[in-house]
C-alpha cells in the first residue's frame, strides 16, 4: 500500500482479524472462517484457521497461588527485554489514537492475555485472576522497563492448571455419565465464572466431558472410541504448550499489549517475522490448499482455484494428510499431532519441486500418496469476471445487465514498477468487462463486492475513476492529525449508466472505500447486508532490527502498528460503522458478529470535514423510497426469503443462548435445530470456492430485480437514456 512514511512497510490488511484464540466453542455462536487473500491460501502460509474442537477437563487440585509450577519456568532472554522496551516506545508514537502506554492500556493488556490462553474460564481459578490482578496496573510500566516476568508467572500456572485438569479429565473419562439428567453447561465466556475450588471446578469439567461425548455421539462415535478419542485430545492439548518457546511467549504477551490499542496493532516474533517473510518470498507459489487442524489431524479446508492441487484433482476438502515426503524419493514422515505450522513449513516449496502427500481420502480407508509438483497459481478464477444476463422481470419484461463479480482489488505490483504496459490490475480488468458490456447493449451493472476483503488502495481509486468524472475518492489522517485527499484525476468515465454496488459484512477496506464513495457522489445504489465490515485503517510492519541498527542485521520481529485511518468523500470514517446499504437484503452474515465492530478495542469512528466533488443525481430520494417498497414486497412473498428469515431468528436465538442442555433428547433436539447454521456455512464455502461468475440464488436474483428496477426508475425519470 502506498499512503506510508518513508523507509516502512506498510499494507492494507483485507479483512479483519480473528482474536488470536481461535478456539471457539461451536455452540457460542457461528464464526466464519477467516476470508485469506489467494496468495496466502495458495502458499500454505499459515493456511487458514486452525480449528480445534476439544473441550476441557477438570481438576482437584487446591488452588493454592504459591503451589509449584508443573512445567519449568522459561526466562525472558536479554534481546526479550530489549524488544519489550523498543515496543513500549514505538506504539505511542505510531499509533493513529496518539494514546500512551498507560494504566488503561494495562488493564486491557491483562485480560486480553489471560483471553489468549484461558477464553471460556475453563482454566484458572478466581484465586489466580485475583493474584494477577494485582499488577493490572503495572504492565505499561513493567514493559516500559523491559520486565516481562508477569507474561511468564501467567503462563506458568496455566500450564500448571492445564496439567492438573487434564489429569482429572483421564479419570472423569473412567467413569459413568447420565445422559438422562436435566443439566446444562455455560457457553457464554461473559456468563462463565472461574471456579473457586477444586469441588466447583470439577463439577464444572465433568459436564464439559459429558458435552464432548454428546457432541461426539451427534456424530456417530461412541463408547470406547469416543473416550478414547477425548483422552488423546486432552492430552495433545496439554503437551501443546511443553513446546511453547520464548518467541511463542513473547509474542502473545507483547500482542496483549498492542492490541490494548486496537485489534489490528499486533508483534511478530523472530520466528514468526522470518515464516511471514518466506511466505511472501515464495509468493503464489505451493499446493493451493488451505488446511486446518482437528484433532491432531490436518485436514484439507479447501482447494484454491488454479493451483496445483485444482489442477491434480484428486486432493479434495475434508481429506486428512498423514504423512508428507520431499521430492520423489524423500522419506514420508508422519505428521499426525504435529503442529499445524510445521505441517505447513514441509508442504510449501518453490514452483516446480515435487511433495508426496500421504492421504485418507474422507479422513477413512487406506492411505493414498499424491505426488504433487508445486506450482504458481493461477489467479484467473481469483480477477474481476463479468456475465451478462437477460434478465426477467417479474412482471415478464427482460433487462440486459451486466453483473462483475470482483473478489479482491488486485495489481500485478512487480509489473507496474517494472512499467511493464500489459501488467494486470482490478481496473484494467473491469475496464474491459465493461467495455464489452457497452458493446453488447447492457442497461445496467452490478459490481459484486459481497466476498471482497480489500486490497490495493490505488485500486480502490482508480476503479472508481471508472464510474466518476473525476475528484476526491479517500481522505487519509495520520497519527499527527494530518488529513491527505487521494483523487481520481483522469477526466471522463467508462460507465456512466445504472450501476449496483452488492456488498456485505464481508466487504471491508478497499471495498468500503470503492462503496463509499459511489454513495457520497450519488453515483449507485448500494444493495446487501445493512452496513459493510466497517474496517478503516491502515497498518505498517516496521522491522524492529532496523529500528535497533538501522540494518537487518540481527532478527529482532515485527511490530505492525495502526498508523492510519479512511475518510469518505463527505468526511464520515467507514471504522465500525462501515457503508450503509440503500436497500437491506436478509441475510444470516448481518447476524454474525465478524465485523470490526465485534473485535475488542476496536477504533471509535469519527468525521473530519468533508472535501469537494460532484453530486450526480442518479439516487433521487422518491425513487429510492419506490426501490425499497418493491423489494420488501417481492421478499415478503418469496418463500426462499421466508424460509431464510426463519432460519434467522433461529440462528440469532441460538447465538443469544447462554447455556446448552446436557440431556441427550433435548441436546440432540438443539443439535437438529443447528440445520440453518451448517446449511449456511456449506453455502458460504460454495460461495467462496465456486467458479462461477454469477451464483443463480434466490437473493442474486432479488439483486438483480432491483437492478431492473431502478433501471426503469432513472429512464422514467429521464436520468438515464435507453441505449
Known amino acids: 500500500m502506498e499512503v506510508v512514511p518513508p523507509g516502512n512497510t506498510a499494507f492494507f490488511t483485507p479483512h479483519h482479524s480473528l482474536p488470536e484464540n481461535r478456539t471457539n466453542h461451536m455452540d457460542r455462536c457461528f464464526t466464519m472462517r477467516t476470508i485469506v487473500t489467494a496468495a496466502v491460501l495458495a502458499c500454505l502460509a499459515c493456511a487458514g484457521p486452525i480449528e480445534t474442537t476439544w473441550s476441557q477437563p477438570a481438576t482437584a487440585v487446591l488452588p493454592a497461588a504459591d503451589q ?26 505510531f499509533h493513529i489514537s496518539s494514546a500512551e502506554l498507560d494504566d488503561t492500556i494495562s488493564e486491557r493488556a491483562l485480560d486480553l492475555y489471560l483471553d489468549r490462553f484461558d477464553p471460556l474460564k475453563l482454566y484458572f481459578y478466581q484465586s489466580d485472576i485475583d493474584e494477577f490482578s494485582r499488577q493490572r496496573h503495572q504492565i505499561d510500566d513493567m514493559v516500559k522497563a523491559g520486565d516481562l516476568s508477569l507474561a511468564y508467572t501467567i503462563f ?69 472410541e469416543a473416550r478414547d478419542l477425548l483422552r488423546r485430545r486432552y492430552t495433545r492439548y496439554a503437551r501443546r504448550f511443553k513446546s511453547y518457546s520464548n518467541d511463542d511467549l513473547l ?72 504423512s508428507v515426503g520431499q521430492g520423489d524419493e524423500g522419506p514420508m514422515v508422519d505428521i499426525v499431532e504435529m503442529p499445524l505450522q510445521d505441517v505447513v513449513s514441509m508442504i510449501r516449496g518453490n514452483a516446480g519441486t515435487v511433495v508426496r502427500l500421504g492421504v485418507k481420502v474422507g479422513g477413512k480407508g487406506k492411505v493414498e ?106 481522505q487519509v489522517k495520520d497519527s499527527r492529525g494530518q488529513i491527505q485527499q487521494y483523487n481520481d484525476e483522469e477526466i471522463g468515465t467508462v460507465w456512466s449508466g445504472p450501476l449496483v454496488v452488492l456488498t456485505s459484512k464481508f466487504s ?25 465490515h466497517g474496517k478503516g485503517t491502515v497498518q505498517t510492519l516496521m522491522d524492529l532490527g532496523e529500528r535497533l541498527f538501522l540494518t537487518q542485521r540481527q532478527n529482532y520481529g515485527a511490530l505492525k502498528v495502526t498508523l492510519q485511518q479512511f475518510y469518505l468523500p ?61 423489494s420488501e414486497q417481492r421478499v415478503k412473498s418469496d418463500e426462499e426469503f421466508v424460509d431464510l428469515m426463519r432460519r434467522i431468528e433461529l440462528f440469532v436465538k441460538q447465538k443469544e443462548e447462554k447455556t446448552v442442555p446436557l440431556e441427550e433428547n433435548a441436546f440432540m433436539q438443539r443439535r437438529d435445530e443447528l440445520d440453518a447454521q451448517k446449511e449456511e456455512e456449506k453455502e458460504e464455502l460454495e460461495q467462496e470456492t465456486d467458479k462461477e461468475v454469477f451464483r443463480d440464488t434466490f437473493y442474486n436474483r432479488e439483486v438483480i430485480n432491483i437492478a431492473g428496477d431502478y433501471i426503469e426508475g432513472l429512464r422514467r425519470e429521464k436520468l438515464v437514456r435507453a441505449n
Request: proline share 4%.
Open 508 to 532: 471491508a477496506s478497499a471495498s468500503e472505500i470503492f462503496a463509499g464513495a459511489i454513495k457520497d457522489y450519488n453515483r449507485g445504489i448500494i444493495v446487501g447486508d445493512p452496513a459493510t
Open 369 to 474: 500418496t499424491y505426488k504433487i509438483t508445486r506450482a504458481k497459481v493461477e489467479l484467473e478464477q481469483s480477477a474481476a469476471r463479468g456475465k451478462i444476463l437477460d434478465h426477467t422481470m417479474p412482471d415478464g419484461s427482460v433487462r440486459k445487465i451486466g453483473f462483475i463479480n470482483l473478489p479482491s482489488f488486485y495489481m500485478d505490483m512487480q509489473a507496474a514498477r517494472e512499467n511493464r504496459t500489459d501488467f494486470r490490475s482490478s481496473t484494467r480488468d473491469v475496464r474491459n468487462i465493461l467495455m464489452d458490456f457497452k458493446s453488447k447493449g447492457v442497461e445496467g451493472v452490478v459490481i459484486d463486492l459481497s466476498r471482497n476483503g480489500g486490497g490495493s488502495l490505488t485500486e480502490a481509486i482508480n476503479l472508481t475513476g471508472l464510474f466518476i468524472n473525476r475528484g476526491p475518492v479517500v
Open 68 to 93: 509449584p509450577a508443573v512445567a519449568t519456568p522459561a526466562q525472558a532472554t536479554a534481546q526479550d527485554r530489549r524488544i519489550a522496551k523498543l515496543i513500549a516506545s514505538l506504539i505511542p508514537k
Open 156 to 224: 506458568n500456572r496455566f500450564t500448571q492448571r492445564v496439567d492438573e485438569r487434564v489429569a482429572v479429565a483421564l479419570e472423569l473419562l473412567d467413569s459413568e455419565f447420565d445422559f438422562g439428567k436435566d443439566e446444562y453447561i455455560i457457553v457464554d465466556a461473559d456468563t462463565a465464572e472461574y471456579a473457586k475450588n477444586p469441588e466447583e471446578a470439577t463439577e464444572r469439567w465433568r459436564r464439559q466431558i459429558k458435552y464432548a461425548l454428546l457432541d461426539l455421539r451427534d456424530d456417530d462415535t461412541e463408547g470406547a
Open 251 to 322: 509474542e502473545a504477551y507483547l500482542t496483549s499489549v498492542t492490541s490494548a490499542f486496537d485489534p489490528h496493532s499486533t508483534y511478530m516474533s523472530p520466528s514468526t517475522l522470518d515464516d511471514f517473510n518466506i511466505s511472501m518470498g515464495l509468493k503464489l507459489q505451493g499446493i493451493g490448499a488451505a488446511l486446518r487442524e482437528k484433532d491432531g489431524n490436518t485436514v484439507v479446508m479447501q482447494i484454491i482455484p488454479g493451483g496445483a492441487a485444482d489442477k491434480d484433482q484428486r486432493l479434495k476438502p475434508d481429506d486428512v494428510i498423514v
Open 570 to 630: 463527505d468526511g464520515e470514517s467507514t471504522q465500525r460503522g462501515g457503508v450503509a446499504a440503500d436497500i437491506v437484503l436478509p441475510s444470516l452474515t448481518q447476524k454474525m458478529d465478524v465485523a470490526e465492530g465485534d473485535l475488542k478495542y476496536a477504533l471509535e469512528e469519527d468525521r473530519i470535514n468533508g472535501a469537494r466533488h460532484d453530486i450526480y443525481n442518479l439516487v433521487p430520494s422518491d425513487l429510492l423510497t419506490e426501490l425499497r417498497q418493491n
